[in-house]
């Protein structure tokens, strides 16, 4: 029977990677990864020498027959993706999805498609922020031009935490939409699992006014958490 382990591996700190996703990443027949040269470092790290193949949000759903066709076969498939885990604001979703709904493979062969949970930078920015989290909304990334407005506000008016994923060039942008908007309260987890990480929390006012006193903070990694 074929096998597709879905792995989570660190999102900073090369450590933080589960003793089950280090035997699966040893014992499959084929690693595919979103960037091929970043998780070679990752498994240079474990002494893993490994097949190595590209999926990216490119090419996921070509990729994905090429998949179904070696998990048909009986292989041990991996999905990684850069950083965390996969299908969070990362590929995944949709070659699980091919998987799961290719016909053969659910009639006739039989797959185990299975998650390796690990870090993903969600649930690390959650669990430092000290907020609530018993109900948050999960954005991502937000659009960049159409429908972001609506969105900004639907978090404005949000009764729940809503946890987003930014740039370091747009962390600026953001934080004085959110300050129009008359948002209260928000943290900034920023290069999670890192040397420079970093967790400051206020008005939107007062984290531009931190990030104008210290510019060079405004680099690396952001999770952003709104408050109701
Ligand atoms: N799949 C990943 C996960 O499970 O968290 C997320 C991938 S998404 C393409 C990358 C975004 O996640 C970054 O732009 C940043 O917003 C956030 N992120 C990833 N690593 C982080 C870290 N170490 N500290 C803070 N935010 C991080």
Redesign the pocket.
């Known amino acids: 029977m074929g096998k597709l382990s879905v792995v ?1 591996t660190p ?2 700190n090369l450590e933080d990677i589960t003793l089950r996703a280090l035997r699966t990443l040893k014992e499959c027949d084929v690693i595919y990864a979103e960037d091929t040269r970043l998780t070679a470092k990752l498994l240079a790290r474990y002494q893993i020498k490994k097949s190595l193949q590209r999926l990216d949000a490119a090419t996921e759903i070509k990729k994905a027959n090429e998949i179904i066709a070696r998990l048909e076969a009986g292989e041990h498939v991996v999905l990684v ?10 590929p995944g979703a949709r070659l699980v999805k091919a998987v799961r709904e290719h016909p053969y493979i659910l009639k006739d062969v039989g797959v185990l498609i299975e998650a390796i949970p690990g ?4 649930t ?2 959650l669990s430092v922020a000290g907020i609530d989290s018993s109900e948050f909304t999960f954005l ?2 937000l659009p960049h031009k159409k429908g972001r407005q609506t969105l900004l506000k639907k978090i404005a008016a949000n009764e729940f935490p809503t946890v987003l ?3 370091p060039h747009r962390i600026l942008k953001l934080l004085k939409e959110l300050e129009t908007l008359k948002v209260s309260h928000v943290t900034i ?6 040397i420079h ?1 970093e967790v400051i929390a206020g008005t939107p006012a007062e984290l531009l006014a931190h990030f104008s006193a210290h510019p060079s903070t405004i680099r ?4 952003v958490i709104v408050e109701p």
Do not use: H, M
Request: net charge negative.
């Open positions: 989570a999102i900073g993706s850069d950083a965390g885990t996969p299908g969070i604001s990362d870090p993903s930078a969600l690390a920015a991502g990334f994923y930014e740039s987890a920023r290069e999670l699992t890192k990480e690396g990694e952001f999770v």
